[in-house]
C-alpha cells in the first residue's frame, strides 16, 4: 500500500465513519474520555486539545491524525477502540476491529514479544519509545516508532485496560514511510 492508497483509503473510511458517528455513542464517548484522562494523568499533558462536550472530545479523539487504540483487561484482551486512523492502518472497519483479539494485531512470531512490552506497561503504567512489528488486516506489515502505551484507570484508580498511541509507522513491504503529525 502506497502513502496515496492509504490517504484514498483514510478519506474513504473517513466518509464511512461519518455516516456512522461512532464517537455520539455514549459508551464511545465515555470510552474517550477515559483514554484522555488517563493518559492526561501519566503525562500531564493533553492527548487531544479538550475544548466543548464529551462528544466533541470523543469526535475530536477519533478523527486525530495519529493512531490510539485500547483493549480490556479480559485473559485474552478484545480491542474495544480505534480511532480512524488506526481503522485505516489495520484494514478494517469498527465492527470488525472492535472484535479483534489485540494479540492479532501481531504475526505469531512478535505476539511473546508484544505480551512482554504489555506486562512492562503494566507494571510501570506506562512505557514510551516502544518500537514493534504490526500486521493489517489483509497482513501488510508496519514497524510501529516512537509508540507510547499506557495503563487506562478508571477515576477511582483501578486498571481497566491498556492504550497505545503512535504517529509515525514504516510499512516493511514496500518500505514507504508514513508519518502523521501528533
Not at 466533541?56 to 483493549?71: I, R, Y
Amino acid at each position: 500500500m502506497t502513502s496515496f492508497d492509504l490517504l484514498n483509503s483514510t478519506r474513504k473510511n473517513k466518509l464511512d465513519t461519518m455516516a456512522m458517528e461512532i464517537w455520539k455513542q455514549p459508551e464511545i464517548a465515555n470510552w474517550s474520555q477515559l483514554l484522555l484522562d488517563s493518559y492526561y494523568r501519566f503525562f500531564d499533558r493533553q492527548l487531544v486539545e479538550r475544548e466543548g462536550d464529551l462528544e466533541t472530545q470523543a469526535k475530536a479523539l477519533f478523527l486525530s491524525n495519529f493512531v490510539v487504540v485500547s483493549h480490556g483487561r479480559e485473559e485474552n484482551p478484545i480491542l474495544n477502540y480505534g480511532n480512524q486512523v488506526a481503522l485505516n492502518l489495520w484494514e478494517m472497519d469498527w465492527h470488525d476491529f472492535t472484535r479483534t483479539p489485540s494479540r492479532q494485531t501481531a504475526e505469531p512470531v512478535a505476539q511473546e514479544e508484544r505480551q512482554e512490552m504489555l506486562a512492562r506497561a503494566s507494571n510501570q503504567g506506562f512505557i514510551t519509545n516502544y518500537q514493534g512489528v504490526r500486521i493489517s488486516s489483509t497482513g501488510k506489515r508496519f514497524l510501529i516508532k516512537e509508540g507510547t502505551i499506557w495503563n487506562l484507570r478508571q477515576p477511582d484508580g483501578s486498571i481497566c485496560g491498556q492504550a497505545a498511541t503512535f504517529s509515525n509507522w514504516v510499512f516493511l513491504d514496500d518500505r514507504l514511510t508514513t508519518k502523521s503529525g501528533n
